[in-house]
């Protein structure tokens, strides 16, 4: 099953001031694995995603993505190598000015040469994969919390992504949606055979869809291992964490 | 684009605040400079420059008509009582246009606009910001600095001329009323008079100015909702200052532009 390492990440380290956030973190994420980092609230976790789409520039380290190392990389470059990653955001980071139609078009017409047929039938073929083409035409602000995550993972998933990255994505969500969003992300991922990095402190949603997970605390990676080896580990911080989150389900 | 972080300190000491002010200045260099960058690299973003043009006049145009009006009317109520005690009457309508088309319409004008425009921009654009909109835009490969600020840019820097010439006119015509309230002075005469008094030197360089205000109203609303954090109450505050930003620079280049002018056209001093 697990293949070549789409994403090699080594010794990466990111501060902000005199805060380390990141600390020489090293890791590999293999083909088609649905990679977990876990960790409390301020360890790090959303910053390692940032760091390796690009959004924050490591203070040192290397990310390999296909092989190809993407720091220090010129604009065109990196627009290039984003264009086969899809990142779901914490709040959906749906465009509030534009309707649904419109968020999921947007990365389409910017990027593709779509007829405009071609891109209707993407977006209904892309919101039916999510449940919600009634939603098409409507506002982000009309959504509820569930459906912002499904339309904001269709417009992720529009461009048909190998590499998909998501951030808290059951966060906020009762604990029903938050399940219903677990599945449906992993059905995508067998579906678009996707490779995906998940950042959450959600052991439902890990519990679900994870192959392989981390767990970080204060920027260093604690534990790595699958699902059943974490939630069984003897280290004491592990046993606090999902000790907690177990009766948080 | 690495643009510096200010940090917005409650209780901000002097030094807090001078620093702040030399992050601002080396901030809004940086971003002026990733600007004119942006500016003539492609695509051209055509469809949401009209976009902007079209709502940011229909967002003003009401307020302006109604500050270009009374404007006018005032001036000339003002004026002419001053004029009358001279038995200078007949100046009245050269007088207002001159006052008007030189220095009244352009910088009133743009101080509304910033006072409409930056506000929204830099909310518009504070609030993508901290709601990663901007962030899930540059994920998707798309450039959000040529999307967002360019566009925005290119639009107000266009929109404020024609208001401008639209405010002159207005306040004309508000001129001319209170003139026939207080003095029987002929529509005729009052346009003859006006068009004689104008030339080259009055018109040309104010509305060229109303460009430069334009582009500064853009770009502090842009810069500071681009460069916003802090949840909603850095919403706010890129709002805010994003006013205050505007209007400030607005009031320093008016009153270098008006020397360069007198300097190119000293008959006009």
Redesign the interface.
Known sequence: MMKNPIIEIKNLEKSFGDLCILNKISLNVFEGENFIVFGQSGSGKSVLLKCIVGLLTPDSGEIKINGKSVLNLSNDNLNNVRKSMGFLFQGAALYDSMSVRDNLQFPLIRNYNFTNDELTQKTITTLAMVGLESAIDKMPSELSGGMKKRIGLARAIITEPKIMFYDEPTTGLDPITSKEISVLILELQRKLNMTAIVVTHDLLCAEIIADRAIVLNKGDIVEEGTIEELTASDNKLLRNFFSHEIINQ | MDIPKIKYLRNASFQDKLKGFFLTISGLTIFNLEFFKQLFTL?IEIEQIKKHMSELGVKTFSIVSIMGFILGFVLALQSYPVLERFGATDFLPATVSLSIIRELAPILTALIFAGRVSSGIGA?IS??RV???I?????????PFKYLVVSRVIATTFILPILTIYVIMISLVGAFIAVIMTDNMSLIYFINAVVASISFGDFVPAILKTYVFGYIVGIAGSYKGYTADGGTEGVGRASTTAVVLASLLILIVDMVMVKITVWLWPSIG
Do not use: G, K, Y
């Not at chain 2, 962030?135 to 490969?141: G, Q, T």
């Open positions: 695509p518009e609030s993508m709601t990663e909109q962030d899930a835009m540059e994920v998707s490969a798309v450039n």
